[in-house]
């Protein structure tokens, strides 16, 4: 059984910064197609990040709306995918998930990702 725990949310102000993990347990995460989604009441998940590490290959794609502020990684030994999140504005205040798409492999990417495990969430709240 995959079990993702996300950590690292909380309050910040307009322009402040915030590193969010995701640990898993019962799954390796070398060679999975990670993401980072996040939600707000009464909208659409959103995909804001992905990355896929493994056989030495390494790649990320993110949402517009985060690119060049936010920065996703995976550390394979630690089994752990974090999202740094930097120069955060009051739009970024939601509900930020981790999940896994065990199937896509080297194919990962937002516009193709469809998880199949998630974790509970962690809430970012960014005030101006």
């Known amino acids: 059984q995959v079990q993702l725990v996300e950590s690292g949310g909380g309050s910040v102000q307009a322009g402040g910064s915030l590193k969010l993990s995701c640990a898993a347990s019962?799954?390796?995460?070398?060679?999975?197609?990670m993401g980072w989604f996040r939600q707000v009441p009464g909208k659409e998940r959103e995909g804001v990040a992905t990355v896929y590490r493994g056989g030495g290959t390494y790649f990320v794609t993110y949402a517009d709306s985060v690119k060049g502020r936010f920065a996703i990684s995976q550390d394979n030994d630690k089994n752990t995918v974090y999202l740094q999140m930097n120069s955060l504005q009051p739009e970024d205040t939601a509900t930020y998930y981790c999940?896994?798409?065990?199937?896509?492999?080297?194919?990962?990417?937002?516009?193709?990702?469809?998880?199949?495990?998630w974790g509970q969430g962690t809430q970012v709240t960014v005030s101006s």
């Open positions: 019962g799954s390796s995460f070398s060679s999975r197609c």
């Open positions: 999940a896994e798409d065990p199937d896509l492999g080297l194919r990962c990417g937002l516009s193709v990702i469809h998880p199949t495990y």
